[in-house]
């Protein structure tokens, strides 16, 4: 099983990630947090790297079942949905897959919830 799910776009960079943010919030996901990581190893490395952002999804009715049922299962929140360029100038989406993710815990009452992340990320991605 593999642990994500993408779509390559013809989309300028910035472009992508609004339309990513946008799309998510169509889908009941805030976004939490934005890692810039180009920005940051350039600030903190002093490297050179690829537009790259990390978007900190999280669908906050989801998220609290999931809560209810796992009370550690914070240490995986939020879903993270990555936007990066690629050499060939196009521009990558790829969500995290929770399902993949959730195999990891015991507890099958969390089951349900994780295939309907699953279900609205995978939306997402489809949409964009």
Do not use: W
């Amino acid at each position: 099983m593999t642990y994500y799910f993408n779509k390559t776009l013809d989309l300028p960079f910035d472009a992508a990630v609004q339309r990513t943010i946008a799309v998510l919030k169509e889908q009941g996901f805030g976004v939490l947090t934005d890692i810039d990581v180009r920005a940051t190893l350039k600030a903190k490395l002093g490297v050179e790297f690829r537009p790259y952002r990390i978007l900190g999804a999280c669908n906050p009715s989801l998220a609290h079942a999931a809560l209810e049922v796992e009370d550690k299962i914070g240490t995986m929140l939020p879903c993270n949905v990555v936007v990066q360029e690629l050499a060939s100038g196009r521009v990558e989406i790829a969500a995290i897959d929770p399902v993949a993710s959730m195999q990891a815990i015991d507890n099958p009452r969390l089951q349900q919830t994780a295939v309907s992340v699953r279900e609205k990320l995978q939306q997402v991605v489809a949409a964009i």
